[in-house]
């Protein structure tokens, strides 16, 4: 039985965990895999005050600073079910029931793939999901975007002031982002758009050299050389499991949460990118995770 349990060993989960543990509290956490997304990035240069780490690095180094502190850690444990009773308590794929008071949930997002060869052949070789986060690695150089909903074509116009020339992919026969948006990604000079198209197969040598697709109207195959190509169809919450639980979640999925980090449901908690925060980055993850276990802190010495 746990003051607070923590699921999720990504940054908003290692940061929820410490800040817990400081307090002197009961603290557990719970996670699938420990480290999270950032053990599937190369380089990481926005995690103000370490100017440059490498995502295993950072996984581990989470992982070193967790154990500094009376963290009873259950790695490779997935929950699949959580219930408010008297206390709320956490189901695990292996049948155990966790009791806790407090619980934040911090179990993270994935980014949606398209499912084409190559995509995870050059998985941070050139197929980038991130342009906060990698769009600097490709100035000068010529990359696409998959995807032409909002996030796709804020990414087109975000990578147009940094790389040499976009071009946006999409699907469907019309752009599905905003129109101011659209207004905005059609006045760029360095900017093509191509609709109607399906990626077919990123192609490579060490690295990125290019993609093929397809226009749908005609079956014609046409190819592109490119440096990066960033897949922008959608970042998915980790939340299939709370579905039928009392936890709210919004239309994309992402738990609700108030400026604290509290959720619709008394002492359950939520941090980091399964969350509704507008933005998905390392930083912002650890900062809601302090958050989080701050304000269960405050949620138990209060109940
Ligand atoms: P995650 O890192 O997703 O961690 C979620 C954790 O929850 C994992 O441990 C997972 O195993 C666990 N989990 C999930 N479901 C369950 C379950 N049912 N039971 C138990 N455990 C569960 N951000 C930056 O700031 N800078 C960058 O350079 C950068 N580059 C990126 C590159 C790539 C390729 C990707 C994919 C992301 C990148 N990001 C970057 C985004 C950043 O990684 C995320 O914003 C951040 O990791 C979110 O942290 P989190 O703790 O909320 O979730």
Redesign the pocket.
């Known amino acids: 039985e746990y003051d607070v349990l923590v699921?999720?060993?990504?940054?908003?989960?290692a940061a929820a965990s410490i800040y817990a543990a400081r307090k002197g509290i009961r603290t557990g956490l719970?996670?699938?895999?420990?480290?999270?997304?950032?053990l599937?990035?190369l380089g990481?240069?926005?995690?103000i005050g370490t100017p440059y780490i490498e995502?295993v690095q950072l996984g581990a180094q989470l992982e070193n600073h967790v154990k500094q502190y009376d963290v009873d850690l259950m790695n490779t444990?997935?929950?699949?079910n959580v219930e408010k009773k008297e206390q709320v308590e956490v189901t695990l794929e292996n049948g155990a029931v966790l009791k806790t008071k407090a619980l934040i949930l911090?179990?993270?997002?994935?980014?949606r793939d398209i499912g084409v060869p190559g995509e995870q052949e050059f998985?941070?070789k050139g197929v980038?999901?991130?342009p906060?986060?990698?769009g600097p690695l490709f100035a000068g150089k010529d990359v696409a975007v998959v995807g032409g909903g909002n996030s796709g074509i804020e990414a087109a116009i975000d990578l147009a002031g940094v790389v040499r020339h976009v071009t946006v992919l999409e699907f469907m026969d019309e752009l599905k982002a905003d129109k101011v948006l659209i207004e905005k990604v059609k006045s760029l000079q360095n900017v093509t758009i191509l609709t109607s198209v399906a990626t077919k197969e990123i192609l490579g040598t060490d690295k990125v050299t290019g993609l093929d697709y397809e226009e749908r109207e005609s079956g014609e195959i046409k190819h592109l050389d490119l440096a990066g190509v960033f897949i922008q169809i959608g970042l998915v919450p980790?939340t299939e499991?709370l579905k039928d639980t009392a936890v709210e979640l919004n239309a994309r999925g992402e738990i609700v949460v108030d400026k604290n980090g509290q959720t619709n449901v008394d002492g359950i908690f939520a941090?980091?990118?399964?969350t509704d925060q507008t933005y998905?980055?390392?930083?912002?993850?650890m900062g809601s995770?302090a958050t989080a276990a701050l304000s269960a802190f405050d949620y138990m010495i209060r109940n």
Do not use: M
């Open positions: 699921i999720g060993g990504g940054p908003a989960g719970l996670a699938e895999r420990f480290g999270g997304q950032p599937e990035t990481i240069e926005n995690l995502g444990q997935r929950a699949i911090a179990t993270g997002a994935h980014w998985k941070t980038a999901y991130c906060h986060c990698d980790n499991w941090a980091g990118d399964v998905k980055q390392i930083i912002i993850s995770g």
